[in-house]
């Protein structure tokens, strides 16, 4: 069970993850275009290793590859398969307990399919938000104004 905060607005890649039936080159390319900003541009063993899986239509392999190469802080904590689905959790701290652990769960006929959106689900969580140094002040108006009532004379 997830107890991290859960997106309430739909988000199109999650839909696009949902309705696809199975992985593509050019639906992983959608995926690294939309979530990872580092991927194109650096060029190293992991990134070679990427594209070589995708060539060979190895897209379990690429899935577990990209959350390696892309969030080096998430391991994959359980890979089930129930019901005709595969369920894919992943999770920061692999070693906790289950009941204490903030894991994110995922599902999908398809076992690559399940990984990618638990790795889009672990990118939005993991986006940095644009936040200021300094706090802003709280917009609410107070319903009452505090007065001194007490009598100095």
């Not at 594209?51 to 899935?63: G, I, K, S």
């Not at 904590?77 to 999770?91: I, Q």
């Not at 990618?116 to 009452?144: C, G, H």
């Amino acid at each position: 069970m997830s107890i991290l905060p859960q997106q309430t607005f739909p988000h199109p890649l999650t839909d696009r993850l949902r309705d696809a039936h199975v992985a593509t080159a050019e639906f992983l390319s959608d995926i690294i275009t939309d979530t990872c900003r580092r991927f194109p541009a650096k060029r190293s063993f992991k990134a070679d290793r990427f594209e070589q899986l995708v060539q060979a239509q190895a897209w379990t392999d690429a899935a577990l590859a990209l959350i390696e190469f892309d969030l080096p802080q998430w391991q994959v904590r359980r890979l089930v398969y129930d019901g005709g689905e595969w369920f894919c959790t992943l999770s920061r701290q692999r070693e906790m307990p289950d009941w204490l652990d903030q894991a994110l769960e995922s599902h999908h006929a398809d076992l690559a399919l399940a990984i990618l959106d638990a790795f889009s689900q672990a990118k939005r969580i993991s986006a940095p938000e644009n936040r200021t140094s300094v706090p802003a002040p709280p917009s609410v108006t107070p319903l009452f104004e505090p007065i001194c009532s007490e009598n100095f004379a």
